[in-house]
Structures are given as C-alpha cells and as structure tokens.
C-alpha cells in the first residue's frame, strides 16, 4: 500500500477542514456552522473505495444520492477524496507544508461543493463547462486564503496558479462570465 497520512498527518488534516469549512461557509453564505452539518464526508486514501480512486490527482469531489423518506432541499450527498500518497509527494517535491498544502486542497474541494449545494454549479458537466468550473474554484481559493496566516502560503498558491489555467490553452484569460463577486 502506497504512504498514507499517518496519526500526526490526520490531525494537520483536521485542521486543514476546520479552516478551510469555516472559510468557506463564510464566504457562500451558508447557515452550516457546525461542518458535522454539511452534507460531505471527507475521507482518505485508506478509507476509499477502489471505485472512488483515480491516480495522478490530489482530490476529487463525488455526488452521491441519498436514499431517504424525508424532503430535503438538496438529496445529493458529497465526498471528498483525498488521495494522500501524491498529496504526501506533491508536499515533499514541492518543499511545502502539509498544513499549506491541505488547506488549499481541501479549501478548494469545500467551493465546489458550496457551489452545488448553492446550485451555483450543477455537479455533472461537460468537458468545456468543467474546465470552467476548475478556473472559477482556483480563483476564488486563492481569494478565500490570500492574506491568511499560513506558511509558505504564497508558495503553494502560486503552485496552484497554473492549475487555473486549461492544459490545451497556452494564454488563457480568466472569462468575463466570473466577476470576483459570483459567490457572494
């Protein structure tokens, strides 16, 4: 089995989700304060499975249906999978801190589910509309932990920079359609 977060990682972990849950339920407006609330499960390497991994990716977000009697607003359910062999990887070839590094990823996991539980977004997406999606998520993170008392933040932001950017578009422009003020 590849290196999965160890007890000391777990509680960097938590409180990567702590931040970022609070960050983010600030910012969409949500009357979440407690996370336990949210219809997500964040989950590891160790507890996905075999289905919810994919390689070559820090994190993913998964809808799923609930089954219940009772009405809601919103029956999707969201997992978020954190893959922490290339998370560990991607920490120590980058030279940057678990915390940092976790905030972002989890941070930015956080928006887009915020997105759909908002119906901003709708979960599944086309391939342009999807790329999209990830320009407008990178964007608004780097806005949620700019300033923030992180180490090596400005590092690990502008390792996520080109993130924003479509692989197939060399020069992209963040599109018009996505003011700074969308989420708010």
């Not at 983010?24 to 219809?39: A, G, I, R, Y």
């Not at 992180?150 to 996505?178: A, G, Q, W, Y």
Request: hydrophobic fraction near 40%; proline fraction near 9%.
């Amino acid at each position: 089995m590849p290196a999965c977060f160890s007890p000391a990682h777990l509680v960097t972990l938590d409180q990567a989700a702590h931040l970022a849950g609070d960050l983010v339920s600030e910012e969409f407006q949500l009357d979440l304060t407690n996370f336990k609330q949210w219809p997500v499960d964040v989950r590891h390497y160790p507890d996905l499975a075999p289905s919810e991994v994919v390689p070559d990716v820090l994190a993913q977000v998964l809808c799923y249906r609930r089954e219940t009697v009772l009405k809601s607003r919103n029956p999707d359910f969201y997992r978020v999978c954190l893959y922490d062999p290339n998370i560990l990887q991607a920490a120590q070839r980058e030279s940057v801190p678990l915390l940092t590094l976790l905030t972002y990823i989890v941070t930015h996991e956080f928006i887009h589910v915020s997105r759909f539980i908002r119906f901003f977004q709708l979960f599944s997406l086309d391939s342009p509309q999807r790329a999209q999606e990830e320009i407008l998520v990178h964007v608004q993170t780097r806005k949620l932990l700019a300033g923030r008392n992180l180490p090596d933040l400005p590092k690990v932001l502008d390792l996520f920079e080109r993130m924003r950017i479509p692989l197939d578009n060399p020069e992209p422009k963040i599109p018009d359609v996505f003011p700074d003020n969308v989420l708010t």
